[in-house]
């Protein structure tokens, strides 16, 4: 699909930095639909360069209103337009002025009424925004309606004059509020002079008990925080933070609630005018984010306790291992010993990370460094892996971790006892699958050698788990020099 970027540079003669210009503007200008209750859509020029006279425009983004109807259920972005089909348009671009009071049009079933605004940006227009509303629902507007419209008008002149988007502007993050969240307008000393139900609402969800018209939207912060601050903005205190001469944003958190705040200035000229505060009540948000930290610790906490707990169980085996005079008894107490310890990496890993994943590789490193210290020929035997394992969930890193501890292990006592001096772990892993092959260059397999029939507890330990727990199959194959085993496993997302 086409970005709006590469859109603009193919269709139109903007430079890269009226490109970006528009990009932030579609990136805020929810804002402006929503105080408009009305559908946008933007408007470039279409001429070949920057002199030439315009041949049209193209519509390159569209916005519908989430505080009323769209006036277009069909996509209008890619429509194009001669120069003289749209006057409106085409005196707007013009002209630099911004075109009201225009008599309603028939759009399929509604009567719609079209109004027009210049961008401006660095000496020029480089753009129109037309805004398109229903007439029936513009007929008995409320006091909501009458503010929302209001400065609507007043951050179009600001897009007409180059001073909207407001520069380094937050307003672009995803999970800043909204207009429907709640709506606060200051005078230009930060006087509340108009707050929507859900302004209201969400300040008197933390302890503001009448209305907010009439009030320093900063000193009924600062009230509400006396005696059990949590959380101080950068000038310490709120009357400066939210006093609408700057673009702010700050959490207000107290005892009884947070409120996420937006503070937009609204400028005319060059000379401030008032703000509008966005205000969204994000208490259970937070709460639940404080839930889910709460929960990941205690995971983190429960798998630091497990890893203590195996190895207590490990060093347990070792010791009786050291107290049996029978050798294959010792022997078989210290293959308990070194699987304990297999999984018990798992869960150190997972003790010291916030992800749900297990990061396999430092696991894979840490297995094969321990397998080599613990051969009978560590200075004789190099061992290495390549290609990466990525992250695997831990019900998948346990079964893994062992079954490779295994087939390592066999590789370092049957087929590298005596001869060969190398091993390699190798791995490929797709989107789908991932593949591990365990080569050794030692002694090989032993003739009619059949994993299945095999007596050794290693081999049935890799043959269930892979079958069992990884939904995967492993295969032995004779080399030249050595053997080759390749486990196969699905990825699970």
């Known amino acids: 699909m086409q970005t709006f970027s590469s859109a603009l540079t193919q269709r139109t003669a903007l430079n890269e930095s009226d490109i970006l210009r528009l990009s932030e503007l579609v990136a805020e200008w929810q804002l402006l639909a929503d105080l408009s209750f009305a559908d946008l859509i933007l408007w470039v020029p279409r001429r070949k360069d920057y002199k030439s006279w315009p041949e049209g425009h193209v519509a390159i983004a569209h916005i519908r209103p989430t505080t ?5 259920s069909q996509n209008v972005i ?16 013009s002209n630099g002025e911004i075109i009201r009071d225009t008599e ?13 605004v210049p961008v401006f940006f660095e000496g020029n227009f480089i753009a129109v925004i037309s805004r398109h509303r229903n007439v029936e629902t513009m007929r008995t507007p409320s006091k909501l309606e009458l503010n929302y419209r209001e400065i609507a008008h007043k951050i179009y002149k600001m897009v007409s004059e180059g001073n909207f988007p407001i520069k380094e502007s937050v307003y672009l993050a995803e999970s800043a509020p909204r207009v429907g969240d709640g709506l606060i307008r200051l005078d230009v000393n930060g006087i ?49 933070a939210m006093s609408g001469k700057s673009l702010r944003r700050e959490e207000f958190d107290c005892e009884t609630g947070t409120i996420d705040l937006l503070s937009i200035p609204l400028t005319q ?29 205690t995971i983190r906490e429960i798998h630091h306790r497990v890893k203590n707990n195996l ?3 490990s060093a347990l085996l070792r010791l009786q291992s050291r107290r049996i005079d029978d050798p294959n008894a ?21 003790s010291t990370s916030d992800q749900e994943s297990v990061a396999f590789d430092e696991v894979m ?89 095999e007596a050794n507890l290693g081999l049935q330990i890799v043959q269930t788990l892979t079958v069992n727990e990884l939904n995967g199959s492993i295969e032995f194959k004779r080399l030249t020099e050595g053997t080759e085993a390749v486990v196969t496993f699905p990825i699970r997302n």
């Not at 890619?78 to 671009?93: H, T, Y």
């Open 104 to 116: 309603p049009e028939k759009v399929g079933e509604l009567l719609v009424k079209e109004e027009t």
């Open 365 to 453: 490193d840490r297995i094969m460094a321990n397998a080599v210290e613990l051969s009978t020929r560590t200075n004789e035997i190099s061992i290495e892996r390549t290609g990466n394992f990525g992250g695997f969930p831990a019900i998948v890193a346990t079964p893994l971790a062992l079954v490779l501890t295994e087939l390592i292990h066999n590789a370092l006592e049957h087929g590298l006892g005596s001869v060969g001096s190398k091993l390699e772990l190798r791995v490929e892993r797709t989107e789908t699958l991932c593949r591990v092959h365990v080569i050794d260059n030692g002694s090989g397999l032993a003739e009619g050698f059949k994993p299945e029939q």
């Open 78 to 93: 890619g429509n194009e337009i001669l120069w003289g089909s749209k006057p409106r348009i085409d005196q707007a671009l």
């Open 311 to 313: 190895q207590t169980v």
């Open 269 to 297: 000229a060059t000379d401030r005018i008032g703000a509008i505060v966005l205000a969204h009540n994000v208490t259970e948000l937070r709460r639940r984010d404080r839930a889910l930290l709460s929960k990941d610790a």
């Open 68 to 72: 009323a109807a769209t006036v277009f």
């Open 330 to 350: 010792s022997a078989a107490l210290e293959e308990a010993v070194r699987r304990v310890a297999s999984i018990a990496i798992v869960h150190e890993t997972l």
């Open 192 to 240: 509340v002079i108009f707050a929507s139900p859900n302004a209201r609402s969400a300040l008197n969800k933390v302890g503001w008990p009448s209305d907010l018209e009439g009030h320093n939207l900063g000193d009924v912060l600062d009230s509400l925080q006396s005696g059990s601050i949590k959380h101080v903005p950068r000038e310490e205190n709120w009357h400066v």
